[in-house]
Structures are given as C-alpha cells and as structure tokens.
C-alpha cells in the first residue's frame, strides 16, 4: 500500500479522461434511455428522468423492463402526470422503494402543471422538482442537457475510490469522493462523461474480481497499485439489522378472487395495494384477523427491507367485506414483492 495517496496533481487528467473515453466510445452499454457515445441526437430528459428514478437501488436488468413498460404506457411526462395514483403504484410494483414512486407522480405533476410539460434544463432547477435530489439532478442535467456536472453513483464512488485508493470508510467517505470525481469533470462531452465511470464501474471495475486488465486507466489505479483493488471503496462493518414479526391474511371470497387493501398513503409501502396484515413487531405476532373465517396457517415467508428482516406468518381462509376484490390472477401484478411472496404461499396451501 502507498504511504501517501495519490491526489487530482499527480493525474494527467486530460489525458485519464481521453483515454475513458475512448474506451467508451467502444464499450458503451446500449441501454433503451441513452444515444450512442459521441452523439448529438436530442435526449429525451422524461427518459433520462424516468430511468435515473428507477435505477436507485435497482439494477439495469431488472429495471429496463419497467422503464419500457413505463414509457409505452405513458410516453411523455405529462402521461404520467395524468396517471392515477393507485394506476402507478400497481405498475411500479416489484421495483420496490415505494416512496420513489410517490415522488415520481409528483415531479411528473409539477413539470406538467408548472413548467408546460418541459424539463428543466439546469441543474439547479431540476433541483427544485419535488423528489429530485443532488444525484438525479445533476445526472439528468448532464446526461440530457450536456452540462458539467459531477454525476457521482456506487460505481463512480467505487472507481474514485480504488483510482485514488481513498482510505476512509463509507458513508464517511463520500463528501471526499464526490469532490474527487469533481476534479475529473469538464465540459467536453458532458454526458457521455457522466456515463462513462457508470459503465466502467458497473462492467470492469465491479465490486469484486475487478478485471483490472481491461481497465483504460489501470496504470493510473493507485488502488491497483496495492494489489488489492477490491479492498476499495473500504467499508465500515454494517449493524445487523433487526428482526420483525408479522401476519398477513390471504382472504379468498370462493369465486376466484383475493382481498386486498390500500395502504396508508405514508409509511412503509405507502400508498400500495396489499395484504391485509396488523403491525410487524420485533417479539410477538399481531394476531388479529380481518374478518371472521375458518383461517389456516399455511406457513411464513422472509422478506428483507432496507432497514430490518421480516418473517411474515401467512393464513388463508375464505370469506367476505369491504376490501379491494382482486381476481387472483391479476393480484400479484399489483403488489409488492413481500405481499407477492405470502400470497403465492397462500394460494399454493
């Protein structure tokens, strides 16, 4: 390991980003949402928008099918303005992280209602759409309005992070890693620039087995350097998560329909369809049922949440109230990936 790290004075940065660049020219992922490298055909910003929401905390290969569904559904932001609340959360289910789904209608409702349907082409006023924070709005302004911006993901923190083998551990890390990947940014291809530690992080210098060999800037890798790139970014040992009990209610009415409910419009899974269930706790079940029916326990499924693990009890019976009656087919379309997992349980018992 080097005694000193590396700083932006000891870079030939012009020439690290010629030669990133070329190599994206040549190894740019074909993704539905962006034009070839070195382009000057218009970007849609809605597409640009659309996919930077969807890809936080989702991957590529889950999300392009969303993103096409999206925008064959709703082709401009202002089809997605109109759309229906429980219309866009029934189509965002199994992306998960619901509230971005909430703040998606609303930035989609203020770029219709107070900006004429049009995008905002700077990065301040992107900022100022609701649910837009720093990463999205610098991303969009660079990727569909060509300004400079530092567009900085978990891929770029991790090429920053190995290129000037930064010691300090995440989430402390990141004021420094942005400000690093700051210094890389200029204003030749500002959009294809914002793309570039994306695509290189995500396809060569991933989290492990990095292939170094195939990295346009190996020589300039200070983390390489050490022999132990994947030591990079270094992270602080996480807590373990707690645990939480719960139940959740399969509630059949003998005609080939399920029993949903609409959950509050806050909390977690705001605003989306589900199974009945009571509270999730962390030392004993809330037990209550819906309705009155002959219920059996049927088993339980896991489910992970980004911050706590759940065991989620399943029963099933059959029965009748005020609920959302969902033919079976269509109802796990609608729901959540853990309302998904009990009532799969539920309806194979």
């Known amino acids: 390991m080097p005694a000193v790290a590396p700083s932006p004075a000891d870079l030939d940065i012009p020439a690290l980003r010629r030669a990133l660049l070329e190599w994206y020219d040549a190894n740019a992922r074909v993704l539905p949402w962006r034009r070839p490298p070195g382009s000057a055909a218009p970007v849609d910003p809605y597409r640009v928008w659309l996919s930077e929401v969807m890809l936080q905390q989702t991957t590529v290969p889950h999300a392009t099918p969303y993103f096409e569904r999206f925008t064959a559904r709703w082709p401009t932001v202002s089809d997605l303005a109109a759309a229906e609340d429980g219309e866009l959360m029934a189509a965002w289910a199994g992306l998960g992280y619901y509230a971005r789904a909430r703040n998606l209608l609303a930035c989609a409702r203020a770029v219709a209602r107070d900006h004429d349907g049009v995008f905002p082409d700077t990065e301040a006023g992107l900022l100022a759409l609701p649910g837009v924070g720093a990463y999205t709005a610098a991303a969009v302004a660079a990727i569909a309005f060509d300004r400079p911006a ?56 991933r989290p492990k087995s990095p292939l170094c060999l195939m990295c346009p800037i190996r020589d300039n890798c ?12 270094v992270k602080t040992k996480k ?20 029993a949903l409910v609409r959950r509050p419009d806050k909390g977690l ?67 959540p990936t853990v309302f998904r997992k009990a009532l799969e349980r539920g309806l194979a018992a």
Not at 173 to 184: D, F, I, S, V, Y
Not at 291 to 316: K, M
């Open 269 to 335: 899974l705001g605003g989306m369809l589900g199974l009945p269930t009571g509270s999730w706790g962390q030392e004993s079940l809330d037990e209550t049922p819906p309705v009155e029916a002959d219920w059996r326990d049927v088993g339980a499924v896991e489910h992970v949440f980004t911050h706590f693990s759940l065991t989620l009890s399943v029963r099933a019976g059959v029965g009748e109230g005020d609920f959302v009656w969902v033919p079976e087919a269509e109802a796990a379309k609608a729901l």
């Open 222 to 233: 200070a983390g390489r350097a050490t022999g132990e790139p994947e030591r990079y970014p």
């Open 150 to 205: 530092n567009v900085v993901d978990g891929n770029v923190e991790r090429v920053v992070a190995r290129l000037f083998a930064v010691e300090t551990p995440l989430p402390a890390a990141r004021p420094e890693l942005k400000r690093l990947a700051g210094t890389l940014v200029a204003d030749d291809r500002p959009g294809d620039w914002a793309q570039v530690l994306m695509d290189l992080g995500s396809t060569v210098c």
């Open 239 to 258: 807590a373990a998560k707690p645990h939480r009990l719960g139940v959740a209610w399969v509630l059949l009415d003998g005609a080939g329909r399920v």
